[in-house]
């Protein structure tokens, strides 16, 4: 065996258990105890406030799997959603559990409502927007977590209020996501 070889698998063995596991699941410091969050509740009692009426409900905390997967329920009264954007490296899976909404990824919108979930590969732009009347809920995946358990968080304890729209812009880049475009526009039929 030539030297450089033996050199580079003497430098992976030690990597060799997560690559096979396929992930970080042996860590010694993810938790090895599972728990429940009841309905309309929060993982930590603290319910997300977002600046477009949103409310998070952390259902499975990047905390839990060592940024292996963030999941809350969204609940939102009003129509809208955030603007056009990009994660470099998370996928985001959206599934409806009341209400109606529309989800963009890349050129295709669908029209959703309870029951359906979209998916949202990384690196690819996407937004959504309620559009139906009264209540909706869905629950909202990034794997992994990177940083939006973070972002969200912030943003409910105020880091955008005042910020300019490059500041808010650095904001969302320092969490591992950048803004495309504006907003997936709700016009009601008349």
């Not at 929060?42 to 997300?48: L, W």
């Not at 998070?56 to 999941?71: H, P």
């Not at 599934?95 to 409502?113: M, P």
Request: proline content about 5%; glycine content about 10%; aromatic content about 12%.
């Amino acid at each position: 065996m030539k030297r450089s070889k033996f050199l580079k698998l003497s430098l992976a063995l030690p990597l060799a258990p997560d690559f096979i596991s396929g992930s970080r699941l042996l860590s010694p410091d993810r938790s090895k105890k599972g728990f429940a969050v009841t309905n309309g509740k929060d993982r930590f009692d603290q319910a997300i406030s977002l600046l477009e009426g949103d409310m998070f409900f952390t259902k499975i905390s990047s905390k839990d799997t060592n940024g292996d997967l963030y999941t809350f329920e969204s609940t939102r009264v009003k129509n809208g959603g955030p603007t056009l954007h990009t994660h470099k490296d998370q996928d985001e899976w959206w599934y409806i559990l009341e209400g109606e909404f529309k989800v963009k990824v890349g050129d295709e919108i669908y029209e959703t409502k309870a029951g359906d979930s979209v998916f949202g590969p990384r690196g690819v732009p996407h937004t959504f927007t309620k559009t139906g009347e009264g209540t909706a809920r869905m629950i909202i995946s990034f794997q992994p977590a990177g940083k939006m358990e973070d972002f969200f968080t912030a943003i409910s304890a105020g880091a955008m209020k005042g910020k300019s729209e490059k500041e808010q812009d650095d904001f969302r880049k320092a969490h591992g996501f950048e803004r495309v475009g504006p907003p997936l526009e709700y016009f009601k039929k008349f």
